[in-house]
């Protein structure tokens, strides 16, 4: 059965430092992979998504992940963050034949100043 | 992007009550759309697969009869939830999706639930 991990529930980091936020997936087949962005109390903004092709993608805000099926992840990353990234998390998979997409338990982000 | 909105975005009711939830795609056609509850600090739990102009397909766990759907147009489905209990207080998030399978879901802004 597919599913999704999440390892680290809260990140904190510095303004301006580089952000690196994990995620894992267990699939037998090349999956449709998203990641999210939850601001309190709001619902959920895609940041980004991957179906084929180049494995590195760009997303809004500045970010971008990187399929790597040998290790099954998608990793989001952004070089310098700013206080307002601060917010939840999400990656999620869609898979062949399956409507709804899977979450992982998501990820907190704290920006220190 | 593709905007999908939510209304109402809070309610507060009495126990026993029923709330109308609505979720709109503002400039795509849904064909499906999903219909998530969030607890405080956790994931996502899908609960129904909404298609327009048939029955949703519920989730293991999910009482049709206490959650009820309907996705009567492209671009609008409702969730009921019926006499509502303290219980059913949460965060209710509905997605459409665009397109294929494999297309990424767009996000209302979700409604927050209080029963008292």
Redesign the interface.
Known sequence: AQSVTQPDIHITVSEGASLELRCNYSYGATPYLFWYVQSPGQGLQLLLKYFSGDTLVQGIKGFEAEFKRSQSSFNLRKPSVHWSDAAEYFCAVGVTGANNLFFGTGTRLTVIP | ?AV?S?HPSRVICKSGTSVKIECRSLDFQAT?M?WYRQFPK???M?MA?SNEGSKA?YEQGVEKDKFLINHASLTLSTLTVTSAHPEDSS?Y?C?A?EGS??????????T?LTVL
Not at chain 2, 101 to 110: A, I, L, R
């Open positions: 992007g999908v939510q499906t999903f956790k994931s996502l899908l697969t397909t965060f998030i997605s999706r399978p494999g297309g990424g879901q767009y996000f209302g802004p979700g927050r």
